[in-house]
C-alpha cells in the first residue's frame, strides 16, 4: 500500500454517517495473542460485512479471531449507529492455509440488522477483468495513518489487470487501515462493490486490489445466505456463541405485538437490562404489568390481532390459539411467557398455508422495528404506518421502566 505521489485522499467529515457513506465501516478485530487489528469493510446485505481476510484469521495473530466489532459511519468519537459484534465470520480455507492476495476475501456477519437503516451497496464481478484497464474506480475506508477513525475516499485508473488483480501505478492512494476498503464501480448511478483492496499488498509500492471473481461471489452470496443458520461449510466459519440478538429480538416481538411500535433505543435498553439480569421472561412480564389493561386476557388477544392485522377466519383461529395459551397461564410471569411464545409461534409460520403472508409481514416489521431500536441515536419510540411511509414519533414514557 502506498501513496501515489500527492497524496489525493479526502476526509469524509461532515456526512460520514449519511448515504452513502453510513455503509462504509470500520472493522476491529481481536486475536488470541491481544493483537487488534484495523481494516475497513462495506454493508453488502442486512448483517454482512463484506472485508478482507486478515480481521477473520491471521496467522501471524494465532488464528481466528476471538472478537470482531464493526462500526458504520464513524467519524473521530461519533459512532452514529452504535458498534456491533460479529457473530459468525467467514474465509475460505485457501486463506487459512495460504494468505495470499488471490483469498483475499470474507464476511462478518452481525447479530443485528443494521443495514436496514444504514443501507448497503450491490456485489458484482466482472468476467474478464482485463476489461476494466483505464477504468476509474474509487474506494472508502479508515487508513490509520490518518488516526484510523475518519473515511477516506480516493479514485484511481486501473493501470495493469494480472487474472484478479487489478495494478495502480500512480493513483488510487490507500494506506494500512484501509485493507477491506471495497473498490467500487458507479454504473448508470449505481455503485457496485467489484474488488478489495488486500492486506496481502501492504508492503507493496502499487496498490493492488482483488477482483471480485464468479467464485468468490459466489461464496459471499453462499455465506450471507446462511448466516443465521448453523453453517457447515469448506471455509472458517467460527461462531462466537456469546454473541446473539435473540433477547432483543424477543423484546421487539412483544412490543410490536402489544403496543405496534417500534421501541427505540431507549425502551430496548431498559428492558434488555431486565432480561440480562433476570431472563427475558421477566422482562415479559414487566411489560405486561406495564399496563392494567393487559390483566385482561380479551383486551390483550384484541391488541394482538389487530397489530398483526388478522381479519376473518385467520382472526378466529388465531384468537383461540391465544385464548389457550393466555388461559394455562395462573401467574404475571406465565403471561409474559405466553405472549412471548406467541410471538415466536407466529414468526415461524412463514410456510403456513393460513398464517404464512402474516408471519411474512409481521417478521419484516419486526426486523424494521429491531434494526432501529438498536441504533443509540434513535432514543424515540415510533409508530411506522406502511400504507403512507411516515412516522409518527411517540412518547415513550409508558413503556420506560
Known amino acids: 500500500m502506498a501513496i501515489q505521489g500527492d497524496d489525493d485522499r479526502v476526509a469524509i467529515t461532515t456526512n460520514a454517517g449519511a448515504t ?20 475497513s469493510g462495506l454493508m453488502v446485505g442486512p448483517n454482512d460485512v463484506l472485508t478482507v481476510g486478515d480481521p477473520i484469521f491471521s496467522s501471524a495473530h494465532g488464528g481466528a479471531a476471538t472478537q470482531i466489532q ?12 452504535g458498534v456491533f459484534d460479529a457473530s459468525t465470520i467467514s474465509a475460505t480455507v485457501e486463506w487459512q492455509n495460504n494468505s495470499t492476495l488471490t483469498d483475499d476475501y470474507g464476511l462478518i456477519s452481525l447479530g443485528n440488522d443494521i443495514g436496514y437503516v444504514t443501507g448497503w451497496v450491490e456485489m458484482g464481478y466482472v468476467s474478464t477483468p482485463s476489461t476494466l484497464t483505464d477504468y476509474t474506480l474509487s474506494t472508502v475506508g479508515y487508513p490509520t495513518d490518518q488516526g484510523g477513525n475518519t473515511l477516506y475516499y480516493s479514485s484511481g485508473t486501473v493501470d495493469q489487470v494480472v487474472e484478479n488483480v487489478l495494478y495502480f501505478s500512480d493513483d488510487l492512494d490507500v494506506m494500512p487501515g484501509q485493507s477491506g476498503s471495497p473498490v467500487v464501480i458507479n454504473s448508470a448511478g449505481v455503485d457496485v462493490v467489484l474488488g478489495l483492496v488486500s492486506q496481502a499488498t501492504e508492503t507493496s509500492i502499487q496498490n493492488r486490489v482483488l477482483a471480485l471473481s464468479s467464485a468468490s461471489a459466489q461464496n459471499i452470496q453462499t455465506w450471507s445466505a446462511n448466516n443465521s443458520e448453523e453453517m457447515v461449510l469448506d471455509g472458517l466459519n467460527p461462531s462466537f456463541s456469546s454473541v446473539s440478538n435473540t433477547t432483543d429480538l424477543q423484546i421487539v416481538r412483544m412490543i410490536e405485538l402489544l403496543f405496534d411500535q417500534q421501541p427505540g433505543y431507549a425502551v430496548l435498553e431498559s428492558y434488555r437490562k431486565v432480561a440480562n439480569e433476570q431472563g427475558v421472561e421477566a422482562a415479559a412480564a414487566v411489560m405486561i404489568q406495564s399496563q392494567s389493561q393487559f390483566s385482561e386476557d380479551a383486551f390483550v388477544i384484541n391488541q394482538i390481532i389487530a397489530n398483526t392485522q388478522m381479519t376473518g377466519d385467520v382472526a378466529v383461529v388465531a384468537e383461540g390459539a391465544l385464548n389457550n395459551l393466555l388461559t394455562a397461564a395462573a401467574t404475571e410471569a406465565a403471561r409474559g411467557k405466553a405472549v412471548l411464545d406467541a410471538g415466536s409461534i407466529l414468526a415461524g409460520l412463514t410456510g403456513n398455508a393460513v398464517f404464512g403472508s402474516y408471519a411474512v409481514a409481521f417478521n419484516t416489521e419486526v426486523t424494521n422495528s429491531l434494526a432501529y431500536s438498536v441504533v443509540p441515536m434513535h432514543s424515540d419510540a415510533r409508530t411506522v404506518d406502511v400504507a403512507v411511509s411516515g412516522s409518527v414519533l411517540q412518547s415513550t414514557d409508558w413503556m420506560l421502566l
Open 20 to 39: 452513502p457513506f453510513s455503509a462504509y465501516v470500520q472493522v476491529a478485530a481481536k486475536f488470541s495473542d491481544g493483537a487488534v487489528v484495523q481494516s
Open 70 to 81: 464493526v462500526t458504520p459511519g464513524r467519524y473521530l468519537d461519533q459512532k452514529p449507529f
